[in-house]
């Protein structure tokens, strides 16, 4: 990313505005509500213009977007494609961490549910958590095995996959 100074402003303009704001995770929100495909890059310039200006108190944009996701499955569903993204910014991993959390407490299909722990264990491990990475890849595993038993054409391959995932973890 080009680094310019009309993005610092507007960060630190922003972060000041939240801070203010008891409700900073809902605004948060209604910015990026019906832009959430789009919004990873944005997000990620932002909290790192943030991070840049204010050092650790700058983690507190971080925090208010974990906020916004926490205890509401519907935006955390509307966010899925922002936490799967490959090459994700570190700066969100917190983010993409909640709102996989978020979707595993909620009733869904066993094949959704491996590809989403899948994806938490990859988040985990660019957050710091090695445990917690490795965890949330032998459900996975376990998951994709008992698929992979009933239906190997259908499962076999995310199997193989997330099996590469749990050799990187240990």
């Not at 494609?81 to 595993?104: G, M, R, T, W, Y």
């Not at 722990?117 to 998951?143: E, F, P, T, Y």
Request: aromatic fraction near 6%.
């Amino acid at each position: 990313w080009h680094v310019s100074l009309h993005h610092i402003v507007a960060g630190a303009l922003a972060f000041e505005v939240l801070k203010q704001e008891k409700r900073a995770p809902e605004w948060l929100w209604m910015a990026i509500d019906g832009e959430e495909s789009n919004s990873a890059d944005r997000l990620a310039r932002l909290a790192l213009d943030i991070r840049t200006i204010y050092d650790d108190e700058g983690t507190l944009f971080v925090h208010w977007l974990v906020e916004m996701v926490d205890e509401h499955s519907e935006r955390a569903s509307r966010l899925e494609a922002l936490a799967s993204v490959d090459h994700l910014p570190p700066i969100l991993a917190p983010v993409a961490v909640e709102i996989f959390e978020v979707l595993l407490e909620t009733p869904q299909a066993d094949e959704h549910r491996a590809r989403r722990l899948k994806m938490l264990s990859a988040r985990l491990r660019a957050n710091g958590d090695r445990a917690g990475a490795l965890r949330a890849i032998q459900d996975a595993v376990a998951i994709y095995r008992r698929l992979a038993a009933a239906e190997p054409a259908a499962f076999e391959s995310a199997l193989a996959g997330s099996l590469h995932n749990l050799s990187i973890a240990l």
